[in-house]
């Protein structure tokens, strides 16, 4: 079956998040890579996310997010030109009908910077002891699994493994740290931690894979919050699963490559425990410089391309731009 058939006779009405078993993503033979990328590419189709079988903790955010808000705000994101530093709670607002995200967050990325044209500059950090090493610790590991990811999206793309590499030698990865604190009392339904979106609409970029390629997200384990909407309009919950990372298949740049074979699906987080909640989302995207053009396999007569090409970074940064108004 094509690329394009399996999206036409895609099973968008699930019921539950799929698990992939990712400890062969190293293992040489072609068939355990295609059979690896066959359950990536019914994922990716049919529901957009799926979990990966990989540990991941991460505990000093805490510490960060427990200083007072004159703390925090000293390394605020509109005094960096390149959106990196701290976001207060409410500063952003995903779904166009709420009144804001119940979350606090703080970006990185590599470290030390490189040059990102339209999107480069350094970290700040915060004077707190562990914080920007156990951040990055986490930040360089997460990236190793996204470059040992992009082969079988390629393979699930039906292209040769190596499409993306000449794309992804200094891959674009933006990672956030973020807090949802307790909802209690009343709750305004239009006030959640993240608002209902999808990629494509989404108006910031916590946790989703927004403007990148795809999300790798650590979720703090025993509180539910992230939910994915199926066909049928019913939201299914993505719980933290132990010893597991969520995987958010694809964002804006997937979705102008595929010329939206593989679309984004509307999702929300939610944070009705009580407790405050952690996650960690890494939004992995490709090299600033790269032209963003629909790929062969994802373009016939009947689906012409359906975006002007921009490069990613441009494409980044505009869209940081209109989120954050600066």
């Known amino acids: 079956m094509s690329l394009l058939e399996a999206a036409q006779n895609a099973h968008t009405a699930f019921s539950e998040i799929p698990i992939v078993d990712l400890k062969d993503i190293n293992d040489p033979d072609p068939r355990v890579q295609q059979a690896l990328a066959k359950q990536i590419r019914d994922a990716c189709i049919d529901v957009g996310f799926f979990y990966a ?12 997010f427990a200083l007072p808000l004159e703390t925090k705000m000293e390394l605020n994101h509109t005094k960096t030109p390149n959106f990196k530093g701290y976001n207060a709670v409410m500063s952003s607002n995903n779904d166009p009908n709420g009144a804001g995200d119940m979350h606090e967050g703080f970006e990185c990325t590599r470290c030390p910077p490189r040059n ?14 562990g914080f920007r090493v156990s951040l990055l610790r986490y930040y360089h590991g997460a990236v ?3 470059k040992d990811l992009f082969p079988l999206f390629a393979r699930a793309l039906d292209l040769a493994p190596c499409f993306f590499d000449d794309k992804t030698r200094n891959s674009a990865a933006l990672m956030r740290v973020l807090h949802y604190p307790p909802q209690m009392g009343p709750i305004d339904e239009r006030v959640i931690g993240i608002g209902a979106h999808t990629e494509r609409y989404m108006q910031s970029i916590y946790e989703t894979a927004g403007f990148q390629c795809f999300t790798i997200l650590w979720q703090q384990p025993g509180i539910q ?20 990372l969520v995987i958010k298949c694809f964002g804006d740049q997937f979705a102008r490559w595929t010329n939206d074979v593989f679309k984004s699906t509307v999702h929300r987080a939610a944070n009705r425990s009580g407790e405050r909640r952690y996650s960690i989302p ?8 790269v032209l963003l053009e629909p790929i062969a396999s994802c373009v016939s007569p009947e689906r012409p391309p359906r975006y002007e090409v921009v490069t990613a970074g441009d494409y980044v940064k505009m869209r940081l731009q209109a989120t954050y108004g600066h």
């Open 53 to 64: 079988i990989i540990a991941a903790t991460l505990e000093s955010m805490k510490t960060y």
């Open 282 to 289: 890494l939004f992995f995207g490709t090299d600033y410089d």
């Open 225 to 244: 919050a992230l939910q994915v909407c199926n066909t049928r309009g019913e939201w299914i919950d993505a719980p933290s699963i132990p010893g597991t």
């Open 144 to 146: 190793g699994l996204g």
């Open 116 to 129: 990102d044209g339209s999107m480069a500059g350094a970290n700040v950090w915060p004077d707190v002891p």
